[in-house]
């Protein structure tokens, strides 16, 4: 059975440019603020459209409220929280050291 979702194309597509990403920064071509800018901009992008897309899926069902819109909502919603995650994991990554003190034993 084939997975309606494009998972893995996102994730290879997301790392590879998150590793050239990382290359240009480390390579004094692209500065590291610019280098967090873009990833920070692109998860407030997914988590924004990935909201909007569930909120209008919930006043669909819930009210009937429906737009005639030419996209699959449903699959625009799954696919974002795809890329989301993937970014947040970087996220996450760049931010570990927050985490370590947070966790450490008292």
């Given at each position: 059975m084939e997975s309606?979702?494009?998972?893995?194309?996102?994730?290879?597509?997301?790392?590879a440019l998150y590793i050239i990403?990382?290359?240009l920064t480390k390579k004094n071509i692209l500065p590291?603020?610019?280098?967090?800018?873009?990833w920070n901009i692109?998860?407030?992008l997914s988590f924004f459209v990935t909201g909007?897309?569930?909120?209008?899926?919930?006043?669909?069902?819930?009210?009937?409220w429906f737009l005639q819109i030419p996209?699959?909502?449903?699959?625009?919603?799954?696919?974002l929280g795809i890329?989301?995650?993937?970014?947040?994991?970087?996220?996450i990554l760049w931010h570990?050291?927050?985490?370590k003190d947070f966790f450490k034993k008292r």
């Open positions: 309606p979702y494009i998972i893995m194309p996102i994730a290879i597509g997301l790392v990403s990382f290359f590291l603020v610019t280098h967090k800018r873009i692109a998860l407030f909007i897309t569930g909120m209008m899926q919930a006043l669909r069902v819930n009210y009937g996209l699959d909502i449903t699959f625009m919603h799954v696919e890329v989301m995650f993937f970014i947040a994991v970087f996220h570990s050291y927050y985490f």
